[in-house]
């Protein structure tokens, strides 16, 4: 049994330390971007500007909002596990973080002398190591939810349960059609298999349920009744300061991982069409923006869908999206196998 | 026994069923219409009006803060001290004390003058009608809206920042805006 990344070549341990942490620091850098962002365009899609005043352009508004969860008393209720109550947070920025890992950023780089492959690992499994991931993932809300001591956030962590594992069969069943047709489970290999056309257009129901799958995955609208901002209550009710960053932390490096799911699986990642070849260098990039533009689309879809009902999100979950997923699949296999 | 409602029942018009075609519309064409729409409100752009820096522009007879006026020529006051304002505020807000003119101190155009006017802007409504009462046309609302302070008796004006030239901070609407 190797326990090593198994890549076609060698790669030294000190490598793959270095390009975890950029990996890591990139994304985490990022987020606080992708934040403000996220409130600047959806205050575009409302008419307004979203936040303007702190900072140039209100760029340094996380930052602002960083040193005020950071203050915060840190307080959790009496009837709360106090060690679960800790771990769950950690938990999920654990699973969400290491779904980073396999994100492929570029292809096999030759930087001064020594090959580099510019993505965390490139398991065998693929999506497979994702959605042991986002299994786990489930804990931290579970555990949370559990632990707070509190029924409202016991029942919402229930119904995020519920949700996570009724679109983590759709989602996967989506990403099959892809498999079958690249013929690898590879991430690297599934990008080199778009090499003539990007998997979106062969696979477009597959797409279809990718995304809707995904927004319903990352608690995004219009499946955030886990969250659900104002209305209900959900599994980090109890949850203030660090623990809830934490939990919108996970959420959000969720959002980026999904997104760059997507883009390689389905957008080519680190691909140009029309047959144009960058520099390698350029591949982050490439990724990076295509991750953004997904990422908008996240942003657009929550500006304009109101929020599901909780049985029209089981009912659509099962009743359409898993038969249409499944059905996809064998499809995708009998034309691909005949 | 059951309530018949009889014919008095609102027929309710009931979605496309979830399934099939319609449902699929429902689903994506419905979805992208959604999508078209939010999106025209990014070509909109903001309609946002940046507040301390931007001023939302006051209509010309807009009820801001009070003037006090003088003649232009003369320079006597118009206020001769009648109460006529104070008579009609419903806030109660004006305190009038009338004093006479005496030929070596002049103040005011009539027999009176107004020693001392205070309005306090605390109480004031806004409502204008101490600008209706005033047969001199003495006292009229002004388009200043940012009159407010950190304690109360700041909301008292005197006479003198009454009659002061006010400093147009508000911008006015132009025609047809």
Redesign the interface.
């Known amino acids: 049994m190797n326990l090593f990344a198994l890549v076609n070549y060698v790669e030294p341990w000190w490598i793959q330390i270095i390009k975890s942490l950029v990996i890591f620091l990139v994304i985490f850098l990022l987020l606080p971007i992708l934040i403000v962002y996220e409130r600047k365009l959806l205050g575009r899609f409302q008419n307004r500007y979203g936040p303007n005043r702190v900072g140039p352009f209100g760029l340094l508004q996380p930052l602002a909002e960083i040193v005020k969860f950071a203050t915060k008393e840190p307080s959790r209720p009496t009837t709360s596990v106090g060690f679960l109550y800790r771990l769950a947070p950690a938990i999920a920025i654990l699973t969400a973080v290491a779904a980073l890992a396999i994100i492929p950023f570029g292809n096999v780089q030759d930087i001064f002398g020594t090959k580099v492959g510019l993505y965390g690992m490139d398991v065998s499994i693929g999506p497979l190591y994702v959605f042991a991931l986002a299994g786990i993932s489930f804990y931290g809300i579970m555990l949370g939810g559990w632990a707070s001591g509190s029924k409202y956030s016991f029942l919402g962590s229930m119904r995020g349960a519920a949700q996570l594992i009724s679109y983590e069969v759709s989602q996967g069943l989506a990403l099959i059609g892809v498999v079958i047709t690249a013929q690898t489970l590879s991430l690297t290999g599934i990008v080199h298999a778009q090499g003539n056309v990007w998997f979106f257009l062969p696979q477009i129901v597959g797409f279809l349920i990718f995304m809707v799958a995904s927004f319903a995955e990352t608690n995004r609208a219009p499946f955030d009744l886990v969250e659900a901002d104002s209305e209900i209550i959900g599994y980090f009710t109890e949850y203030g300061g660090t623990g809830w960053v934490a939990y919108e932390f996970a959420e959000y490096t969720n959002m980026i991982v999904v997104s760059g799911i997507a883009v390689t699986v389905f957008f080519g990642g680190w691909l140009l069409p029309f047959g144009i070849h960058p520099p390698g260098w350029v591949d982050p990039f490439v990724v990076l923006a295509k991750i953004f533009l997904v990422l908008s689309f996240f942003i657009w879809i929550r500006a304009t869908l109101p929020r599901l009902r909780y049985d029209q999100l089981m009912s659509f979950g099962w009743k359409i999206l898993l038969p249409l997923a499944t059905l996809n699949a064998l499809v995708t296999a009998i034309v691909v196998v005949s | 026994m059951t309530y018949d409602p009889g014919a008095d029942v609102i027929q309710v018009v009931r979605h496309p069923g979830?399934s099939g075609a319609a449902?699929t519309y429902r689903?994506?064409g419905e979805?992208l219409r959604?999508?078209k729409?939010?999106?025209g409100?990014?070509v909109?752009?903001?309609?946002?009006i940046?507040y301390p820096e931007e001023k939302t522009p006051v209509y010309p007879r807009f009820r801001g803060r009070h003037k006090l006026h003088r003649f232009e020529d003369t320079g006597l006051e118009k206020c001769v001290g009648c109460s006529l304002c104070a008579a009609a505020c419903p806030a109660d807000c004006i305190r009038v004390v009338a004093a006479e003119n005496t030929p070596e101190n002049r103040i005011s155009a009539g027999e009176r003058y107004a020693a001392v006017y205070e309005i306090n802007l605390s109480r004031c409504i806004f409502c204008g009608y101490c600008e209706v009462a005033c047969p001199f046309d003495a006292i009229t609302m002004g388009h200043d809206y940012e009159i407010s302070d950190y304690t109360r008796s700041d909301l008292i004006f005197t006479k003198e920042m009454l009659l002061a030239d006010a400093i147009e901070r508000t911008p006015l609407r132009t025609e047809g805006e």
Not at chain 2, 44 to 48: I, K, Q
């Open positions: 979830a449902g689903a994506f979805t959604g999508l729409t939010t999106f409100r990014i909109e752009g903001p309609t946002t940046q």
